[in-house]
């Protein structure tokens, strides 16, 4: 009997998981609602915590985020992997997720679902 591998290969579907909030809305030009937080962090590892929060991308949309003090405030009290957002337009419609996450982490709280509802009223406006 051969010995078994200590690093299987996965096979199939992965528990990998995203939430993805969806607005309706055209661009102008391209990339103009294309934006993703940069975070500012202190400590390492499991202890990490977001001190701050701030938008980059090459557009309007990541200007307006900026300015929004309470929607940064909001991002920064959540955890690193919470407040790493991404808002990428694709054709007719943006979306709005974060990072993938397994079956025992996924789901959205109250305080990411306002973050991403701010976050398309900028889009909308």
């Given at each position: 009997m051969a010995p078994q591998d200590p690093n299987p290969l996965v096979w199939g579907a992965m528990d990998r998981f995203q939430a993805h909030c969806i607005v309706r809305a055209k661009e102008s030009r391209p990339g103009d609602l294309l934006a993703r937080t940069s975070l500012t962090t202190k400590g390492r590892?499991?202890?990490?915590?977001?001190?701050?929060?701030?938008?980059?991308?090459?557009?309007?949309?990541?200007?307006?985020?900026?300015?929004?003090?309470?929607?940064?405030?909001?991002?920064?009290?959540?955890?690193?992997?919470?407040?790493?957002?991404?808002?990428?337009?694709?054709?007719?419609?943006?979306?709005?997720?974060?990072?993938?996450?397994?079956?025992?982490?996924?789901?959205?709280?109250?305080?990411?679902?306002?973050?991403?509802?701010r976050i398309a009223g900028h889009i909308k406006g």
């Open positions: 590892f499991a202890e990490k915590t977001v001190e701050s929060a701030s938008w980059k991308g090459p557009g309007q949309l990541a200007r307006r985020l900026n300015e929004d003090a309470d929607l940064n405030r909001m991002i920064a009290e959540q955890s690193v992997a919470d407040a790493t957002i991404f808002v990428e337009p694709t054709e007719d419609v943006v979306r709005i997720h974060g990072k993938w996450k397994n079956h025992l982490e996924f789901g959205i709280t109250p305080e990411m679902f306002r973050i991403y509802d």
